[in-house]
Structures are given as C-alpha cells and as structure tokens.
C-alpha cells in the first residue's frame, strides 16, 4: 500500500513538473491594446524555473524569459507603430505548450482612474441608483461602434491584507452594447483620442466610487508617515465593514485593483477623485503628491503623466478640496501633471453631475495638447497679479485671450455672457477681511472688480464657496480657475 501511494505520488510530482503551464493575467489577453513604439511589460507565471519563449507577430524575434523562484515570469517587448490585428504566442519550453493571444491592438494606452465621477456609466444603472445615466445617454451611445477601441474593466473589489496578483476583467470591443455600461468620462475620451489621432486606443479603467486618496496607496509608504494617522484610526476594517465600507480601508484599492495591473505600459492617467478627502482637504496636496511618486516609481516608466480633474462643485462638498488640489498643479509639487476644471458644470443637488462630455472632452484637450502636440489650448485663465487702482481691483491672468463672460449652454458650448452680466461667486474686501458680492466687468484681457462697500480693495476671491458656477472664460471657451488673492 505504501509503494502504491508513494508512485502515485511520484507520477503526480512528474505531471506536475513537466505540465509547464503558462498562466496570464487577465489584463493580458485577448484583444488587449498595447502602448506603440514602446517597451511594454508582459507578465505571468509558469513552474519556477520554466523558459518562457514569447514571440510576438509583428516582429522577426522571440524574447525567452525564465521563471522565477516563486513562478513569476516578466518581459519587455519592443512594439511597432500603430496597426490592428496583432497576436502573441507564449510557448513553454519544457513541454511546448502554447498560448496565443489574438486581436491585439498596437496603439494608445490610458489608464482612467479614481471613485465615483469616473466611474460613472452612461446609461442609468439598475442597481446603483446614483449612477444616474449622462445627459443624452442614448446618443452618446449609438455613437460607439469602433472596433478600433478595445476597453478594460478592472471588477470593483477590495483587499485589506496582502496585495493581489490578479484581478477580475476582459478586454471587449467598444460598441454601443459594451459602451453604455462603461464609464462615460473614460468612454467619450477614448473615442475623441481614436478620432483625433486617426489610431488605436485601449482604456483601462480602474475605478471605486466611494473611495479615498488613502485607498489606493501602498499600505507600506502610509505607514511611513504620520499624516496617514487619522484615517488609519477611523477607517479600520472592523469600523467600516458593519456601514459596507470596506472599500475605504487604506491600501483597500491598491491590493486588489491597482497592485494586479502595475506596470501594464500606458502613454499616461486620467484621475477624477478627491471627493472622499473633501473633509479633511487640508492633508489632500501632499496626500495625492504621495500617491502620484509612488504610482510612478512602481510603475517602472520613465514618464507617466497624471492629468486630474478639480472636482465639480456640489452643495455638500467643502470647496476648499478644489484649492488644494490646484496647490499640486499651480504649486508645482509634481511635473508632467495637468489639472482641468470643472467649476463650471457641477450640480448643486448632486455630486454627480450628468454632463459628463465637458470633462472628458477637457481630459481630452490636455492629452492632445501635451501628449500629442496638437496645438490646442487645454488651460483656463489663471490668476496672474493683481493691482489696485481708484479704488479698484485690476486682475490679470495667464491663457487670457479673448477674455470674456459666459454661459454653459445645453450643447456644451459657451456662449457669451450680454453686456450687464458680472462675474458670478466674485467677491472683494479690504484689509479687514469682510467679503461683499464684488461688480466687475472685462476691458480687455483684464477682469476690473469693485464694490461701493469697500473703498480700498486688499483681497478678491473668486469661486471659493462650496456650490458655484464660474462664468469667466477665455476665446477657448475654457473657464478660469478658482482664486483667492490678497495684497
């Protein structure tokens, strides 16, 4: 009985050791897009030791990588200009099994992450009721059969222990189907990249409503720094799993949504969040700023661009998020970022707002602008200086041609404001401190502000409050950024 179980045994250990089996993530897989004219990173697992020879269709070469000790494998393979219907072959050197991978897209890569606005779908969810559907859903929509743009969804999930090394997800074909239960933002701006660049283009979407800064960085940088202390005490698991929150865990997302797509090569990231960390907004610049170098350094890229969204204002929602955020940005705390607004668009009954094609066509206009050297302007007016003179206030701004007042309409456009309107959500004060609604009117490129009740002029703010809706813009049609200046 025992030499019976013993060659069992023995047959067992050789089955296993000469099956060979290659195992990809599902992030690599069929239909996936991969980065053009770039080292991109292909991963797996196979029995530790195992030769893993990946040969790709467009090239003359294989790359051979071995496995390591606990089975992990990983390549860099250098990849052609765009083109479409591509495949890689993965074959195990020990039995000569093969994997192929088919409909491959070379083209342009985009992560899309962040909580709720991102991933926000275009049709009205059945079952999360706040995902409320994008104005003109259903156009929006119809407008999605483009076999050209292949689409990834990282599954909601999280992970309060150890990282993970997969995740749940497929990459699919856009079409109407796949699009109107996708995220709209990271949907409308994979299309405009396709029609401007006349190219392939994969998202990758990675994103959890509901989440903090602190839910999508490393467990191991936040232990490192006090100022993680607070939410470390009020987001345990033991706190948030009775209120369903165990998305807000800290590193939550980073172990089982971000951790199993790292280093998967992308041209660059569009984050939409800071929400969550409106409460406590003072932490979020150096928080993000955090987030931002790690992601990076991980990431294993020289260059990785993060464009994000200034939140849109909502009554709820202390606006001084909005102002930390621009600290990042207009403070240069992080190069190759960039920061669209969308202080004119929010919905002060809703943190939520329904147009959602004015901020992804805004991620868009920064993305051609600095990624892609289209020469387009992606920038509002930005403060510049301010003087006093007769009693009033002169602004100056930076991206200030064709300066003028303006009203979002239906279409998206801007139309301008007539001769009597002001700024709105304006106001002045002197050294004192005491705000009045301030009056105001463009000459120029220069926006002259005053108010009766304040003689001397020291200090002007613009959009500070919580809800508001800008109405300065440039010939650009882009609103101008929030701003609170003294002398």
């Known amino acids: 009985m025992k030499k019976a179980l013993f060659l069992v045994a023995a047959l067992m250990a050789v089955t296993i050791q000469l099956s060979g089996k290659i195992t990809l993530p599902s992030i690599i897989s069929d239909n996936m897009v991969l980065q053009q004219k770039a080292s991109v990173k292909l991963w797996g697992w196979a029995e530790p030791g195992e030769e893993v020879t990946i040969i790709p269709s467009w090239g003359k070469r294989g790359?051979?990588?071995?496995?390591?000790?606990?089975?992990?494998?990983?390549?860099?393979?250098?990849?052609?200009?765009?083109?479409?219907?591509?495949?890689?072959?993965?074959?195990?050197?020990?039995?000569?099994?093969?994997?192929?991978?088919?409909?491959?897209?070379?083209?342009?890569?985009?992560?899309?992450?962040?909580?709720?606005?991102?991933?926000?779908?275009?049709k009205p969810h059945q079952k999360d009721k706040w995902m409320t559907g994008m104005y003109d859903w259903e156009k929006e929509a119809a407008d999605a059969n483009y076999p050209g743009i292949h689409l990834f969804k990282v599954e909601e999930d999280w992970e309060h222990n150890t990282p993970r090394k997969e995740c749940k997800g497929e990459w699919v074909v856009c079409s109407p189907e796949v699009a109107q239960t996708y995220s709209a933002i990271a949907f409308l701006f994979a299309r405009g990249l396709h029609r401007e660049l006349q190219m392939p283009v994969?998202?990758?979407?990675?994103?959890?409503?509901?989440?903090?800064?602190?839910?999508?960085?490393?467990?191991?940088?936040?232990?490192?720094?006090?100022?993680?202390?607070?939410?470390?005490?009020?987001?345990?698991?033991?706190?948030?799993a009775p209120k369903g929150y165990q998305h807000k865990v800290p590193a939550a997302i980073w172990n089982a949504m971000v951790n199993p797509i790292l280093g998967y090569t992308i041209k660059g990231n569009i984050w939409y969040q800071a929400e969550s960390n409106a409460w406590r907004a003072e932490d979020y610049a150096p928080?993000?700023?955090?987030?931002?170098?790690?992601?990076?350094?991980?990431?294993?890229?020289?260059?990785l661009p993060f464009y994000f969204m200034q939140v849109a204002p909502f009554a709820d929602l202390p606006g001084k998020i909005r102002m930390e955020q621009a600290k990042v940005w207009e403070g240069k705390m992080l190069e190759d970022v960039g920061m669209p607004t969308a202080i004119d668009?929010?919905?002060?009954?809703?943190?939520?707002?329904k147009n959602k094609i004015v901020p992804a066509r805004r991620f868009l206009q920064w993305a051609l602008a600095k990624e892609y050297g289209k020469a387009?302007?992606?920038?509002?007016?930005?403060?510049?200086?301010?003087?006093?003179?007769?009693?009033?206030?002169?602004?100056?701004?930076?991206?200030?041609?064709?300066?003028?007042?303006?009203?979002?309409?239906?279409?998206?456009?801007?139309?301008?404001?007539?001769?009597?309107?002001?700024?709105?959500?304006l106001h002045i004060a002197g050294a004192d401190g005491v705000f009045h609604p301030a009056l105001s009117k463009i000459e120029g490129e220069k926006l002259v502000v005053w108010s009766p009740e304040v003689p001397k002029p020291a200090k002007v703010k613009y959009c500070q409050e919580d809800y508001c809706k800008g109405n300065i813009y440039n010939g650009a049609g882009l609103p101008a950024y929030p701003f609170a200046i003294s002398m």
């Open 63 to 122: 790359y051979s990588v071995q496995a390591g000790a606990e089975g992990r494998w990983e390549a860099m393979i250098n990849t052609p200009a765009h083109c479409i219907g591509q495949s890689v072959e993965f074959l195990s050197g020990r039995t000569g099994e093969k994997l192929k991978v088919e409909n491959i897209l070379i083209g342009e890569v985009w992560l899309a992450s962040g909580q709720s606005n991102m991933e926000f779908e275009m």
């Open 202 to 240: 994969g998202v990758i979407l990675c994103a959890f409503g509901g989440t903090h800064a602190e839910s999508w960085i490393r467990d191991e940088v936040m232990r490192q720094d006090s100022i993680y202390n607070r939410v470390y005490k009020n987001y345990t698991p033991e706190i948030t």
């Open 287 to 303: 928080i993000f700023t955090q987030l931002v170098n790690d992601w990076r350094s991980l990431w294993g890229q020289k260059r």
């Open 345 to 353: 668009v929010g919905d002060s009954l809703d943190i939520h707002p």
């Open 376 to 425: 387009i302007e992606c920038e509002g007016p930005i403060f510049k200086e301010m003087k006093i003179k007769d009693g009033k206030a002169i602004i100056t701004f930076r991206n200030s041609k064709g300066l003028h007042l303006g009203n979002i309409l239906p279409d998206n456009s801007v139309e301008p404001a007539g001769p009597q309107e002001m700024a709105r959500y």
